[in-house]
């Protein structure tokens, strides 16, 4: 039977053009662009105080956490707010089953308490500058890809050598607007970074994977910590002489609360959006890519939760792996459904037509772009062939079984015992880079769990990609175990070194190139490798057609639409975004208030259920209505909703006023707006926010670290509020699609 798809649109009746969010990731050097409508919204601030290399700004108090997240500077003293999930795996560095932070927190009453983690960094921008001439210069409309890309690397290379040169500064050259535009960015690097506060998880993941992505949501979702510089105030590895940073900004703490309509911004490292993706790339997300990782990864938490129900131990072991795998895994289910109830590949195929029409009445442009369409969709015909097998690649194989990935960082050494010419020295220094990993790899490892992903990785790969696409030592062991993946990881793990700490470290007393050559683990994780990369070269042409289409379609949209400030995809750079504070309508006849209280935890509680137990201190706390001043008239509010746009790298982002004061943390989005990486749902993209009142009272109130509370500057009045008071959602309703059999 036919299925009848009924879409009933969205209705929206009287909304104020300022009343709906705005997209855009903006960049800070540029955002005098913005500030009219920023300033009508209710911004105190001026570009300046945002953005300067002249003098201290919010760019200043806002870093790059570890290697994936943001967090900001709240003292004089260093001291940095990120979220729980942020730091969670900093948490469990530190943590062992005696002293288990993850799940009792922990809090340092003075510096000589806290816990310094190996391996965390922060980054500070020093400045961002254009660089699309330097980028570009001796290019020519003739070069081929490969070429082009070779002399943009070459150029960029020079640019940041110049501009890190004599210094300690980390330089990066990015691409924006599908390589149309080049801007540099620096960075200073710290080093000694140490624990200082975390709640438990019990409160830091409240909720945990079942309210992961939902509103409402109750979860205390931050972690504390601090940067240390050398004693003259320069970064420095870890010292026990070393000092507390003194910051050129931090934020202020607002506490007087939010109201529905405030303005608000968030500043933060939003890591990857795909706003210009063709209808192509939707068809093939919602058709190939997003279901073939659902997938796997839905094997691989399974196997994880198996393990780590069985055995407390193995549960701290794995949760920061099991967290991380969980979070886009639930991402890509949301993203597909928003994707098919949007009519994404709809809205995408009608700007496309408006493009392909704009070209026909402008010969001028259609010689310039009229090739641009053409090459995205002939390279996605291609590149599709290849979905299954890449991506099986990339979670089965790359992020799958640990036991492959531990094999695939002795092939520095391999290569270094095989030289014609042997060379000790350098043998010896990759030894003793290896040594630095193998007790914190085996410190969280487990061989049951990692035994049975590697079997049921293979076993996937073996059913779903091509057989043509398949390394022939998958085939080859698919037939001597006659199928058996299980008999097959048993194998590997009985003759591997790479499953025993003990034995990869006699391995490296005594490296051997006949022992590494034969050792299962190791020759598996070489022939996929080997097997993709002559994949990968059968696609590059591909997608280097891919890449030029894209880079023409975006250049000829921006030059179709003139006056349209586009903003640019996000990529890891720090990125502006503004809005206000508002509730919304995820479908019809449901309300979602812009806030959620301490009523809901209690409301929640389940002390059978892990994600949702309640510290007993808390609620005391609660029964008691002991919530200080950071209470709202006997109501302890706990998150709340802004209509900014963020994606992944945003974790940990400030969420401050009009004046640049703290008003929270942005740790999550909603799951109706899952497709907004690729498009932004103004009436439903909603940002989620950990209230700064909250923070302080778990702080303050539930772990008694009043001196961490003393450091920071706390601000007990609002902002003036605009002239207009705003309300996204009057009179509005949506309704889902309806499929009807």
């Given at each position: 039977?036919?299925?009848?798809?009924?879409?009933?649109?969205?209705?929206?009746?009287g909304?104020s053009t300022?009343?709906?969010?705005?997209e855009?990731?903006?960049i800070?050097l540029?955002?005098?662009?913005n500030?009219?409508e920023?300033?009508?919204?209710?911004?105190k601030?001026s570009?300046?105080d945002?953005?300067?290399?002249?003098h201290?700004?919010?760019?200043?108090?806002?870093?790059?956490?570890?290697?994936?997240?943001?967090?900001?500077?709240?003292?004089?003293?260093?001291?940095i707010?990120?979220?729980?999930?942020?730091g969670y795996g900093?948490?469990?560095?530190?943590?062992?089953?005696?002293?288990?932070?993850?799940?009792n927190?922990f809090?340092a009453?003075?510096?000589?308490e806290?816990?310094?983690?190996?391996?965390?960094?922060v980054?500070?921008?020093q400045?961002?500058?254009?660089?699309?001439?330097?980028?570009?210069?001796?290019?020519?409309?003739?070069?081929n890809e490969t070429?082009?890309?070779?002399?943009?690397?070459?150029?960029?290379?020079?640019?940041?050598?110049?501009?890190?040169?004599?210094t300690k500064?980390?330089?990066i050259?990015e691409s924006?607007?599908g390589g149309n535009?080049?801007?540099?960015f620096?960075?200073?690097?710290?080093?000694?970074?140490?624990?200082v506060?975390t709640?438990?998880?019990?409160i830091?993941?409240?909720?945990?994977?079942?309210?992961?992505?939902?509103w409402?949501?109750?979860?205390?979702?931050?972690?504390?910590?601090?940067?240390?510089?050398?004693?003259?105030?320069?970064?420095a590895k870890?010292?026990?002489?070393?000092?507390?940073?003194?910051?050129?900004h931090?934020?202020?703490i607002?506490?007087?609360?939010v109201?529905?309509g405030?303005y608000?911004?968030?500043m933060?490292f939003?890591?990857s959006?795909?706003?210009?993706?063709?209808?192509?790339?939707?068809?093939?997300a919602i058709?190939?890519?997003?279901?073939?990782?659902v997938?796997?990864?839905?094997?691989k938490?399974r196997?994880?939760?198996?393990?780590?129900?069985?055995?407390?131990?193995?549960?701290l072991q794995?949760?920061?792996?099991?967290?991380r795998?969980?979070?886009?895994?639930?991402?890509?289910?949301?993203?597909?459904?928003?994707?098919?109830?949007?009519?994404v590949?709809?809205?995408?195929?009608?700007?496309?037509?408006?493009?392909?029409?704009?070209?026909?009445?402008?010969?001028?442009?259609k010689?310039?772009?009229?090739q641009?369409?053409?090459?995205?969709?002939n390279a996605?015909?291609?590149?599709?062939g290849?979905?299954p097998?890449r991506?099986?690649?990339m979670?089965?194989?790359y992020?799958?079984p640990?036991?492959?990935?531990?094999a695939?960082k002795?092939?520095?050494?391999?290569?270094?015992?095989?030289?014609?010419?042997?060379?000790?020295?350098a043998?010896?220094?990759?030894v003793?880079?290896i040594?630095e990993?193998?007790?914190?790899?085996f410190?969280?490892?487990?061989?049951?769990?990692?035994?049975?992903?590697?079997?049921?990785m293979?076993?996937?790969?073996?059913?779903?990609?091509?057989?043509d696409q398949?390394?022939a030592?998958l085939l080859?062991?698919?037939?001597?175990?006659k199928?058996?993946?299980?008999?097959?990881?048993?194998?590997?793990?009985?003759k591997?070194?790479?499953?025993?700490?003990?034995?990869?470290?006699?391995?490296?007393?005594?490296?051997n190139?006949k022992v590494?050559?034969?050792?299962?683990?190791?020759?598996?994780?070489?022939?996929?490798?080997a097997?993709?990369?002559n994949?990968?070269?059968k696609?590059n042409e591909?997608?280097a057609?891919?890449?030029?289409?894209?880079?023409l379609?975006i250049?000829?949209?921006?030059?179709?639409?003139?006056?349209?400030?586009?903003?640019?995809?996000?990529?890891?750079?720090?990125?502006l975004t503004y809005?206000t504070?508002?509730?919304?309508?995820?479908?019809?006849?449901?309300?979602?208030?812009?806030?959620t209280?301490?009523?809901?935890i209690?409301?929640?509680?389940?002390p059978?259920?892990?994600?949702?137990?309640?510290?007993?201190?808390?609620?005391?706390?609660?029964?008691?209505?002991?919530?200080?001043p950071?209470?709202?008239?006997?109501?302890?509010?706990?998150?709340?909703?802004?209509?900014?746009d963020i994606?992944g790298g945003?974790?940990?982002?400030?969420?401050?006023?009009a004046?640049?004061?703290?008003?929270?943390l942005?740790?999550?989005?909603?799951?109706?707006?899952m497709?907004?990486?690729?498009?932004?749902?103004?009436?439903?993209?909603r940002?989620?926010?950990v209230?700064i009142?909250?923070?302080?009272?778990i702080?303050?109130?539930?772990?008694?670290a009043?001196?961490?509370i003393?450091?920071?500057?706390?601000?007990?009045?609002?902002?003036?509020?605009?002239?207009?008071?705003?309300?996204?959602?009057t009179?509005?309703?949506?309704?889902e699609p309806?499929?009807?059999?």
């Amino acid at each position: 039977m036919k299925k009848i798809l009924v879409i009933i649109v969205a209705i929206s009746m009287g909304i104020s053009t300022l009343a709906r969010a705005d997209e855009g990731m903006w960049i800070p050097l540029l955002i005098n662009k913005n500030m009219a409508e920023m300033q009508k919204l209710g911004l105190k601030l001026s570009a300046e105080d945002i953005y300067s290399i002249n003098h201290s700004s919010l760019k200043d108090a806002v870093i790059i956490f570890g290697g994936g997240c943001t967090g900001e500077i709240v003292s004089p003293e260093g001291l940095i707010l990120t979220n729980h999930h942020c730091g969670y795996g900093s948490i469990q560095q530190v943590s062992t089953p005696e002293k288990n932070y993850l799940d009792n927190g922990f809090w340092a009453m003075n510096k000589d308490e806290e816990i310094p983690v190996e391996g965390l960094k922060v980054q500070f921008l020093q400045y961002m500058k254009e660089v699309t001439a330097e980028s570009l210069k001796g290019l020519t409309n003739d070069l081929n890809e490969t070429r082009r890309d070779s002399m943009i690397n070459a150029n960029n290379k020079v640019i940041i050598e110049e501009a890190t040169k004599d210094t300690k500064f980390r330089g990066i050259v990015e691409s924006f607007y599908g390589g149309n535009e080049y801007y540099l960015f620096v960075y200073e690097v710290y080093n000694d970074i140490r624990l200082v506060g975390t709640p438990p998880e019990s409160i830091g993941k409240f909720g945990a994977d079942t309210d992961n992505w939902m509103w409402p949501r109750h979860t205390g979702d931050f972690s504390m910590f601090r940067v240390y510089t050398a004693p003259d105030g320069t970064s420095a590895k870890y010292a026990g002489e070393n000092i507390p940073m003194k910051p050129k900004h931090f934020l202020p703490i607002n506490i007087a609360g939010v109201d529905q309509g405030d303005y608000a911004m968030i500043m933060g490292f939003p890591g990857s959006t795909d706003r210009y993706l063709s209808s192509f790339g939707v068809d093939q997300a919602i058709n190939l890519s997003n279901p073939t990782i659902v997938d796997i990864r839905a094997e691989k938490l399974r196997l994880m939760r198996e393990g780590m129900d069985a055995n407390e131990a193995v549960r701290l072991q794995y949760s920061s792996k099991y967290a991380r795998t969980a979070n886009y895994w639930k991402y890509f289910i949301g993203q597909t459904k928003g994707l098919k109830r949007l009519n994404v590949k709809g809205q995408k195929q009608e700007l496309e037509a408006e493009f392909e029409n704009w070209l026909n009445h402008n010969p001028l442009e259609k010689e310039k772009y009229g090739q641009a369409l053409t090459l995205i969709a002939n390279a996605y015909e291609v590149i599709g062939g290849y979905v299954p097998a890449r991506y099986y690649f990339m979670e089965a194989i790359y992020r799958g079984p640990e036991i492959l990935g531990a094999a695939n960082k002795f092939n520095k050494l391999a290569k270094l015992l095989h030289a014609k010419k042997e060379d000790p020295a350098a043998i010896q220094e990759a030894v003793n880079q290896i040594k630095e990993g193998v007790d914190g790899y085996f410190k969280d490892y487990n061989d049951a769990i990692d035994r049975n992903l590697l079997a049921s990785m293979m076993r996937m790969y073996h059913e779903n990609v091509p057989l043509d696409q398949q390394p022939a030592y998958l085939l080859k062991m698919d037939k001597k175990f006659k199928g058996d993946y299980n008999k097959y990881a048993d194998y590997v793990f009985a003759k591997s070194m790479f499953a025993s700490k003990e034995k990869v470290t006699a391995f490296l007393a005594k490296p051997n190139k006949k022992v590494l050559d034969k050792d299962p683990a190791f020759e598996a994780v070489n022939a996929f490798f080997a097997n993709y990369r002559n994949m990968t070269a059968k696609t590059n042409e591909a997608y280097a057609n891919l890449a030029k289409g894209n880079r023409l379609f975006i250049a000829g949209l921006r030059e179709m639409n003139p006056e349209t400030n586009y903003a640019p995809d996000a990529n890891f750079t720090m990125r502006l975004t503004y809005g206000t504070v508002q509730d919304y309508y995820p479908a019809d006849a449901i309300h979602f208030e812009y806030f959620t209280t301490m009523d809901g935890i209690m409301q929640k509680e389940d002390p059978d259920n892990f994600e949702f137990i309640v510290p007993a201190k808390l609620k005391e706390l609660y029964q008691a209505k002991d919530f200080g001043p950071y209470g709202d008239d006997g109501v302890m509010k706990v998150c709340f909703l802004t209509n900014h746009d963020i994606t992944g790298g945003n974790s940990g982002s400030p969420v401050m006023n009009a004046n640049g004061e703290l008003l929270g943390l942005a740790f999550d989005g909603n799951w109706e707006a899952m497709s907004g990486d690729i498009a932004f749902e103004p009436e439903l993209q909603r940002t989620i926010n950990v209230d700064i009142r909250y923070v302080l009272f778990i702080i303050d109130k539930f772990a008694g670290a009043k001196n961490l509370i003393d450091e920071m500057t706390l601000v007990s009045e609002k902002p003036e509020p605009a002239d207009e008071v705003i309300d996204v959602n009057t009179n509005a309703a949506f309704i889902e699609p309806v499929v009807v059999q």
